[in-house]
């Protein structure tokens, strides 16, 4: 009897930790070519102008001023259809976080509205953000597509990024420090790609910019209420923590 309640402690732990995770998607784990793993595609508007190549730590995508090129999780062609079907639901409502490791050696631009590398983030209602990054600065885009908030940082050191988004607002991270912060916007035009839901995209969708940048690791949480917070983490295996000593030590 004791070992049975041993064990349901252990399955009170185990439950806790699968719980907090099991929302984590790894979208690109930082190894060969995105496009080679399942759940995000490459694609690029000319035959020429890009390279892209596995390094250590991620892909090295390059890019000319004309070339737009990248990563996202929806395939282009014939029409736009996700690669995987079983890319999960991002509703605001509950919350979703797009982590992603990136260094940015190279950025051109002949546009101050324009970014040679842009994260974009959409819920399944078509809200959400972009961000461009230049080499001294990570910016919003307005959703007449100039040049919104901004924040000064050094994007050619490697850093991991959060962008998160709840209800009608996202915030960018960098670990736990709070870099930018607004209001997400409903990009109406052009229909592809801001009209699709659920859409992600890592790289360059301008022909007015160029970058050079390595790309790590991308990882999607997609229900952001699914995640306890650290101090809930904490109470919750201290009180398992209690039953496993008192029914492995306490006589019955």
């Excluded at 639901?89 to 509205?113: D, I, K, W, Y």
Aim: glycine share 8%.
């Amino acid at each position: 009897m004791e070992l049975k309640r041993f064990g349901i402690s252990i399955l009170c732990l185990l439950g806790l930790i699968v719980d907090v995770r099991a929302e984590l998607v790894t979208l690109y784990d930082g190894n060969g070519l995105p496009a080679a793993q399942p759940w995000l595609t490459f694609a690029a508007d000319t035959l020429n102008g890009w390279s892209q190549s596995s390094v250590s730590g991620g892909v090295r995508l390059s890019t000319d001023l004309a070339t737009r090129s990248g990563y996202s999780n929806y395939n282009p062609l014939p029409v736009p259809a996700l690669k995987n079907s079983n890319f999960p639901v991002l509703q605001r409502s509950n919350g979703f976080e797009l982590s992603f490791r990136s260094t940015l050696l190279m950025e051109n631009h002949s546009n101050a509205n324009r970014a040679g590398y842009s994260v974009i983030l959409l819920a399944d209602d078509k809200r959400g953000i972009e961000l461009g990054f230049w080499q001294s600065e990570i910016w919003a885009q307005n959703t007449d597509f100039t040049h919104g908030e901004g924040v000064s940082i050094d994007t050619t050191v490697t850093r991991d990024y959060r962008l998160e988004v709840f209800e009608d607002q996202y915030r960018l991270f960098e670990g736990n420090n709070s870099l930018l912060v607004g209001t997400l916007r409903t990009y109406s035009s052009p229909t592809i790609p801001y009209g699709l839901s659920n859409y992600i995209f890592l790289g360059d969708n301008t022909t007015s910019a160029s970058a050079t940048i390595v790309q790590g690791s991308i990882q999607l949480r997609s229900d952001l209420s699914s995640v306890p917070e650290p101090s809930s983490i904490l109470l919750t295996s201290m009180i398992c923590l209690v039953g496993i000593f008192r029914r492995v030590y306490t006589k019955r």
